[in-house]
């Protein structure tokens, strides 16, 4: 299995000429998103059924196109003024509330850019207010000419198999009972294989070997990219660090504890692998 590559969202720094009928609107307000209720079903606003409720101002950012609409993002302090029409949802819960998966990456993507711009709006270098960039994503200080890009963060997450079974970690940070795969930061100087095997070690104990590329996601969280692969155990004994991760095990796949859903790369390869142990057994 591969983590699909369906393309319903495409990326795009360049906004169309004006803004056109059907263009959807991302706001976005701390960890929620705001939603248009019509006919029972929530789905993304169009920008023109805000346009008595939210200032749809021009500092909207155009992140490119879902299914052919033109989405623009925006944020805003509060979601209080909301009308019958507009619910707000927690944004990790936005394929639950619309049934279509791909606005998991939409909206995330909004809320990885909103966070961009509103972390770099002075320069990292000499301090001075920074302007948006014309003919590409960066913002650039008119005072020393610094450039910052939308900063990304490599990360690896890693299915760890032990014969026929699985190595699934609770993280402290975890909702409880959730189980999940090992994952964390990739390090200057590092390489992806070097992070797999040292978040490992460091999290339970153990050392891996044969690490295979598996697919990656990003993870806009708010700006990373998750590298997922396969690793086989190689030796040790499982001891957690207490730290991150409070309990770990190897699970078969009959017997799996809660998991993440298909939003998250973990979820997808959880699931892979149990669908794998299912096909060899029957
Ligand atoms: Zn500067």
Redesign the pocket.
């Known amino acids: 299995m591969m983590i699909s590559s369906e393309v319903k969202y495409i990326p795009a720094f360049l906004k169309p000429e004006k803004i056109e009928k059907d263009a959807w609107a991302l706001i976005i307000s701390g960890k929620q998103i705001l939603l248009w209720k019509a006919d029972n079903q929530l789905r993304i606003p169009e920008i023109n059924e805000l346009k008595d409720t939210i200032s749809i101002d021009g500092d909207m950012v155009y992140i490119g196109r879902y299914d052919g609409h033109a989405c623009y993002c925006k944020k805003i302090d509060d979601l209080q003024t909301l009308t019958e029409n507009l619910k707000a949802v927690e944004l990790r819960e936005i394929t639950v509330q619309t049934g279509d998966p791909g606005l998991f990456i939409l909206a995330g993507t909004a809320n990885h850019i909103l966070h961009w711009n509103s972390v770099n709006q002075y320069?990292g270098?000499?301090?001075?207010k920074t302007a948006d960039k014309k003919d590409e994503r960066a913002k650039i200080?008119p005072?020393?000419?610094?450039t910052v890009y939308p900063r990304i963060s490599p990360a690896t997450i890693t299915a760890v198999f032990h014969k026929d079974k699985i190595l699934l970690a609770h993280n402290k940070n975890f909702k409880k009972d959730l189980y999940s795969l090992i994952a964390g930061y990739v390090e200057p100087g590092e390489t992806l294989e070097q992070c797999v095997v040292r978040e490992i070690r460091e999290e339970v104990g153990i050392k891996v070997k044969n690490m295979k590329y598996f697919g990656s996601q990003p993870w806009p969280f708010p700006d990373s990219l998750m590298m997922a692969f396969t690793a086989e155990y190689e030796s040790g004994e499982i001891e957690v660090d207490n730290f991150e991760i409070t309990d770990a095990a190897w699970y078969s796949a009959d017997n799996l504890p809660e998991i993440p859903n298909t939003d998250s790369v973990a979820g997808k390869m959880i699931r892979w692998y149990r669908d794998q142990m299912n096909k060899m057994s029957n």
Request: charged residues 0%.
């Open positions: 320069c270098y000499c301090g001075h200080c005072n020393c000419g610094y």
